[in-house]
């Protein structure tokens, strides 16, 4: 088993859609898990942080960690054409350690 | 806050040439910089761990001699590609731990742009 699995789709969804995005992973040692958006050509963006299980939202996205279960999301709403990109998970045990990261799901949002 | 840059953003060579690429965190200092490199349509693969004033840290696969790696100041990492061949043609990305960490700060890494290098 992988040490984290994210579905790499491709995932087309009208604009205004809700879009969900979900990772799984083995290792219970991970308290750290990162949403990476990354466009094309383009280095990884940062868009959510969350340490631990729970949730945290940060305008039109929502990140949630439910460490029992092993299993993260990313909620975005009112999804736009500027959110096409291929959306990265990253967890990692914490300092310096390496980060683990997903495949990356290719979401495109149709105007 | 937490920018980093890469240089070259993109650069071609002849086989056998070396390269280097930069990465610097612009606004605040890095004790540890990771290298990654991505194929298309793959995701980051891990190939060091770089902690300024030490030697760099290779993940399994990844030969240290042919990718050497400096980090010489808080601020600054480069990745030399050394004898570089086509196979060595990919997307290399460097990421920024700040050190702030240490002290309580947020301990999640900031990327850089990416360098895209082309082995003809």
């Known amino acids: 088993q992988k040490e984290v699995e994210q579905d790499p789709g491709p995932l087309s969804v009208p604009e205004g859609a809700i879009v969900s995005l979900n990772c799984t992973y083995s290792?219970?040692?991970?308290?750290?898990f990162m949403w990476y958006r990354q466009y094309s050509r383009k280095g990884p963006e940062l868009l959510m942080y969350t340490y631990s299980s729970g949730n945290k939202e940060d305008g039109r996205f929502t990140a949630q960690v439910d460490k029992s279960s092993k299993y993260i999301s990313l909620f975005i709403r009112d999804s736009q054409p500027s959110d096409s990109a291929t959306y990265l998970c990253?967890?990692?045990?914490?300092?310096?350690?390496?980060?683990?990261f997903g495949k990356g799901t290719k979401l495109t949002v149709n105007p | 806050g937490a920018v980093v840059s890469q240089h070259p953003s993109r650069v071609i060579c002849k086989s056998g040439t070396s390269v280097k690429i930069e990465c610097r965190s612009l606004?605040?200092?890095?004790?540890?910089m990771f290298w990654y490199r991505q194929f298309p349509k793959q995701s980051l693969m891990l190939m060091a761990t770089?902690?300024?004033?030490?030697?760099?840290?290779?993940e399994q696969g990844v030969e240290k001699d042919k990718f050497l790696i400096n980090h010489a100041s808080l601020t600054l990492s480069t990745l030399t590609v050394t004898s570089a061949h086509p196979e060595d043609s990919s997307f290399y990305i460097c990421?920024?731990?700040?050190?702030?960490?240490?002290?309580?700060?947020?301990?999640?890494?900031?990327f850089g742009p990416g360098t895209r290098l082309t082995v003809l």
């Open positions: 606004d605040f200092q890095a004790t540890t």
């Open positions: 990421s920024a731990l700040p050190s702030s960490y240490l002290a309580g700060g947020t301990d999640t890494q900031y």
């Open positions: 990253a967890m990692g045990a914490g300092g310096s350690e390496k980060l683990v």
């Open positions: 290792n219970s040692a991970f308290q750290y």
């Open positions: 770089s902690n300024e004033g030490s030697k760099a840290t290779y």
